[in-house]
């Protein structure tokens, strides 16, 4: 039962123009979400969060929408720049499991920006 | 510098072997994770250790086994019993309340 989905394996995007990478969860106990950029054989790192009592978050180029009501949630890049060419992961935890907090994965989305 | 090592990078190992992944944090977080990647699947989660001496099992640890004797470190055993070993592991810590959890680089374990 997959909680976190991402549908898109992968998105091309042109550099200069925006990236916006979708993930929907099915948990309504999800209360934060999280984006981490992955390169080949190298560990995720964080990129950007949002709390369940906001519906907007933003950090510089990258900005994260959250629509509760429709269990989803979306990151926009802009602009997408080349070294922006990864992996994206959607993560999501409930704060409700104490400090533990288990992330739960999506599949990623590949991101490759061209020139 | 403070953070995660993982070690090796690479690990190939003969079936039916034991073989214990290293995973060592000096970021003085209390929580620490393994998860496993494969192809397609994302990340997912083996075991995961709140505080000294206490561990749970994640979504998929049948045939893993771990260990939380200190702080800092956090071994993973892949057992003999483990049907398909090959792949990526990762390890990650989190401090306290905060939701973020920051990884190591990741281990390759080939299994021959």
């Known amino acids: 039962d997959q909680q976190v989905k991402q549908n898109s394996p992968s998105l091309s995007v042109q550099e200069g123009r925006i990236s916006i990478l979708n993930c929907d969860y099915t948990n309504s106990m999800f209360d934060y979400f999280l984006w981490y950029k992955k390169y080949p054989a190298e560990g995720p790192t964080f990129l950007i969060s949002i709390s369940s009592i906001k519906d907007k978050n933003e950090d510089g180029r990258f900005t994260v929408f959250l629509n509760k009501s429709a269990k989803h949630l979306s990151l926009h890049i802009v602009p997408s720049q080349p070294g922006d060419s990864a992996v994206y992961f959607c993560?999501?935890?409930?704060?409700?499991?104490?400090?533990?907090?288990?992330?739960?994965f999506g599949t990623g989305t590949r991101l490759q920006v061209t020139l | 510098d403070g953070g995660i090592t993982q070690s090796p990078k690479y690990l190939f190992r003969k079936e039916g072997q034991n073989v214990t992944l290293s995973c060592e944090q000096n970021?003085?977080?209390?929580?620490m994770y393994w998860y496993r990647q494969d192809p397609g699947q994302g990340l997912r989660l083996i075991y995961y250790?709140?505080?000294?001496?206490?561990?749970q099992k994640g979504d998929i640890a049948e045939g893993y086994s771990v260990s939380r004797e200190k702080k800092e470190s956090f071994p993973l055993t892949v057992t003999s019993a483990q049907k398909n070993p090959t792949a990526f592991y990762l390890c990650?810590?989190?401090?306290?309340?905060?939701?973020?959890?920051?990884f190591g680089q990741g281990t390759r374990l080939t299994v021959v």
């Open positions: 990650a810590s989190k401090e306290g309340r905060r939701t973020e959890a920051f």
């Open positions: 970021l003085n977080h209390d929580a």
């Open positions: 993560a999501a935890s409930s704060l409700y499991t104490g400090t533990a907090s288990k992330l739960t």
């Open positions: 250790s709140q505080i000294v001496n206490d561990f």
